[in-house]
């Protein structure tokens, strides 16, 4: 009896981290797709009301990352009560994450121009684009995600993944030959070509940041911890901030 509560115990705390699981992945997939539409319909409405820089519309997509340090603060205080380290563990420690940093510094450097590139492209998209259109082919990002995670993260096309894959592509190429509906934005059909251009190229660099991020966790990182993506996130979006500062100045 007593072995057969014990199993009972164990079943109904992994069905409890289970809803807890999805639940996360409900809420953050829901702040994910809601910020991202937002987002968009921000940048629009600020070329609608006159607004010109694409560095200015580029620097707003990701100057608020200070507020990461938030995040990383509140998540090294609740692990801190669980390690108790002499001073010369603490030394080893301290020295081996300044070497490490030495030698993941130049790839936070690297996503980190990667990254300013794509904001730049998106703001040009933007600029020539209406939000419709932009969205769609922005979410062509999942045909180049999956390209590049299966040449550098061995990803393997599920019926799910090949189906969503033909669905966008068709409705991305279809918006190519369907612009009646965007003479009337007053926008010539050489700027539509390369708002076009700029939006998909944004969106392949995006699919190829996604690839190696998960490259970068599994290859050089060699942790999948949410203090680690939490760093690299904020790291490339500094570098990225740094270099979208020098083009708007």
């Known amino acids: 009896a007593k072995h057969k509560r014990l199993i009972m115990d164990g079943e109904s705390s992994s069905s409890e981290k289970n809803r807890k699981r999805w639940l996360h992945i409900f809420v953050y997939s829901f702040l994910v797709l809601s910020c991202q539409a937002t987002a968009t319909i921000l940048g629009r409405l600020y070329y609608d009301n006159g607004g010109k820089s694409k560095w200015m519309g580029s620097l707003v997509q990701l100057i ?7 995040f990383r603060f509140s998540s090294t205080v609740r692990q801190e009560p669980q390690t108790t380290t002499t001073t010369t563990t603490k030394t080893k420690a301290s020295f081996r994450q300044m070497s490490s940093f030495t030698t993941i510094g130049p790839v936070y450097m690297g996503v980190g121009l990667v990254v300013a590139a794509i904001c730049y492209l998106s703001s040009f998209g933007l600029l020539y684009l209406p939000v419709s259109t932009y969205s769609l082919i922005w979410a062509s990002q999942l045909v180049f995600t999956a390209f590049f995670s299966y040449f550098l993260n061995s990803q393997n096309f ?11 592509t068709i409705s991305s190429v279809l918006l190519v030959f369907n612009n009646e509906s965007q003479t009337t934005t007053k926008v010539s059909k050489s700027k539509y070509a390369i708002g076009f251009l700029c939006t998909l190229a944004s969106s392949a660099g995006s699919g190829l940041l996604l690839s190696l991020v998960q490259l970068i966790l599994r290859k050089v990182l060699k942790k999948n911890t949410f203090s680690v993506v939490t760093d690299m996130v904020f790291y490339q979006s500094l570098v990225a901030t740094c270099v979208l500062l020098v083009g708007l100045f």
């Open 64 to 70: 608020g990352f200070p507020v990461l340090v938030l």
């Open 158 to 168: 599920t019926p799910f993944i090949v189906n969503s894959l033909f669905l966008l």
